[in-house]
């Protein structure tokens, strides 16, 4: 337990150190339901699991397991009460925690899962993300070597930790129920949003062999042409670069198809990206990146920023813009039906396959308001990203700050 058992930012009005106390004291916890196959139906009562806690928030889900009321030999879960993660065959998993709200139908937790319930129930789940239950996770989670990580009830009941008075923690627990509402409110926006986004591509760009769109701007009409994507502009991807020639540290970012839209681990030396870059194909600014290994057509538009790529499994499109702009292709590709060929292990896109893909497209001018439009969405989306990521970190902060 830390020395000093008074939080850097507190509450006006509240003052001394905050007082040890054992888990068991502020919280009765339970051990889940151990159930048998036979006992699964459709409709029942339902099990939670570790698959209802998402991010620290508690989730229903379509795929929720159902078992026979008569299966149903312990208390059932209730508003309010804290699920935990308390065995799962990831160790990351293990410890993981939310507050049960808005339940919908009758439900008992699971046998790899614990309950706890308690007076202050925001105080305790905000304190179990604070650094206390870290420790404890770290040092009492069992596992490794293809054990099951596993938490134990007796270990959590006596686990000391620091604790204010009631009316402190109703005061804490108040703050970051709050917090996590605004949070909520900004996923659940950013969700629809996303949900938009798929809804308006499938209805503004021509489907199931339609070659006019379900809606259109205004002062548009005609068919939509349909062209092979060889037709527009050859396949083309950066030299290969062997593992060799390759850099844990470096000026220049390598991003291979595990890192491909997200933060390189690799990297090349100045020298080699000026010689390959001036003697071997290298993408224009605008260019949409496209995988061709793995997970197919995840997308990335080019920024010119210098940085290389991986060969054959990153590629593009070599496109003068002369018949369909890059800003279109890029939300073209988003409802693309890719040529990908069965068999094998790791589904590929080859080259050939690429060339042969069929894409529809309007008049130029068209093109461009309908890339403007997507355009202004994907920012609306990312806005609502970066708020969300700023209202974590502030509650992260919060989290370091108002506990002990």
Known sequence: MPKNKIP????????GEWEERKFKEIANVRRGLTYKPSDICSYGIKVLRSSNINEDNFVQNADDVYVREEAINIDFANEFDILITSANGSNRLVGKHAIIQNLNSKAVHGGFMLLATSKNPFFLNASMSSSWYKKFINKFISGGNGAIGNLSKSDLDEQEIPIPSLAEQQKIGDFFQQLD???EQKEKKYHKLKQLKIALLAKMFPQNGKTTPEIRFEGFSGEWEERKLGEIGEVRMCKRILKEQTLDIGEIPFYKIGTFG?????????????EYKSKYSYPNI?????????TIGKLVIFDGRDAYFQDSNIVWIENNEKQVLNKYLFYSYQVAKWEIPEGGTIQRLYNE?????Q???PSLAEQQKIGDFFQQLDKLIELQQQEIKKLKNIKKA???KMFV
């Open 8 to 15: 850097k930012i507190r509450f006006e009005g509240f003052s």
């Open 181 to 183: 509402k605004l949070i």
């Open 262 to 274: 997200k933060e390189p681990d690799a990297y090349i030396s100045r020298e080699l990206f000026n």
């Open 286 to 294: 605008g260019d949409v990146l496209i995988s061709a290994s793995g």
């Open 353 to 357: 396959n690429l060339k042969k893909t």
């Open 359 to 361: 894409i529809l497209f």
């Open 398 to 400: 919060f989290l370091s």
